[in-house]
């Protein structure tokens, strides 16, 4: 990651939009405390989305409340990612990647 002052937590909802499917989304904390809700594969419940970028807040408590109006269901933090080697990285964006990929065919 370029900026190791970043903090990344990924979030895990259950009967998200009213469907009884999980989804996992990443919440990015910059170091200067912006907070970027991203959906990877977000075209699983909104095939009209333009981007993977849900949402830009400056508090974790008003991005948590936009997950919650936006999707739904029950969430809570699954997995936090403070470091990670150049490898993980890869492995990560890879899947995202592909993810993105999938959803646009």
């Known amino acids: ?6 903090h ?4 895990k ?7 009884k499917r999980a989804h996992d989304i990443l919440i990015v904390i910059t170091s200067g405390n912006q907070i970027y809700i ?32 936006i999707y739904g269901g029950q969430w809570s933090k699954n997995e936090e990612i403070i470091e990670m080697s150049a490898n993980e990285e ?3 964006l ?3 990647s592909q993810n993105v990929h999938e959803n646009l065919k």
Not at 1 to 6: H, P, R
Not at 49 to 56: G, R, T, Y
């Open 1 to 6: 990651m370029s900026d190791k002052s970043n």
């Open 8 to 11: 990344i937590l990924m979030m």
């Open 13 to 19: 909802g259950i009967d998200v939009c009213g469907t």
């Open 38 to 69: 991203i959906d990877p594969t977000i075209w699983q419940f909104f095939p009209q989305a333009k981007s993977i970028l849900v949402s830009v807040s400056s508090n974790i408590d008003n991005a948590l409340g936009k997950i919650q109006t």
């Open 90 to 92: 890869k492995k990560y």
């Open 94 to 96: 890879d899947i995202i």
